[in-house]
């Protein structure tokens, strides 16, 4: 697993699922763009500007490890109705396609940090 961005983005993260659901790349663009013009400083944002402007050619790359914040969500709203720990992997495994439940785990560690991270930032921003 990557580690997290140094200061983690939950709009460039659904900017990028959007574009990967949906390949809707110039209303992306247009709402990143829109975001920067704001005057905030959001490196996650520009990044998502600039690979949109280059017109790189490809697939953009999905899969599971790509897909931590959705999984992590998932496992989340599966506590939240009583699932079992042991349940709820078995169930994201299935559903994420993901045979290995040790990268399940990983990725709900992955989610972890990255809500608790942001959730330390909103408290002392």
Same mark, same amino acid.
């Given at each position: ?30 709402? *990143? !763009? ?7 400083? #959001?490196? &996650?944002?520009? /990044?998502?500007?600039? +690979? ?11 899969? *599971? !490890? ?7 969500? #998932?496992? &989340?709203?599966? /506590?939240?109705?009583? +699932? ?22 990983t990725i709900l560690a992955k989610y972890k940090r990255?809500?608790?991270e942001h959730a330390e930032i909103e408290?002392?921003?």
């Amino acid at each position: 697993m990557a580690p997290l961005p140094k200061a983690f983005d939950p709009k460039a993260f659904w900017l990028r699922q959007k574009l990967l659901q949906g390949g809707a790349s110039q209303e992306v663009l247009a709402e *990143a !763009k829109a975001i920067l013009a704001r005057g905030a400083d #959001r490196p &996650e944002i520009q /990044r998502i500007v600039d +690979e949109l402007s280059s017109r790189k050619r490809g697939r953009p790359a999905t899969g *599971a !490890k790509y897909r931590w914040i959705e999984i992590g969500e #998932r496992n &989340e709203d599966l /506590r939240d109705k009583g +699932e079992k720990y042991e349940v709820r992997l078995d169930i994201l495994s299935k559903e994420f396609g993901v045979k290995d439940l040790s990268k399940i785990k990983t990725i709900l560690a992955k989610y972890k940090r990255a809500m608790d991270e942001h959730a330390e930032i909103e408290r002392e921003g």
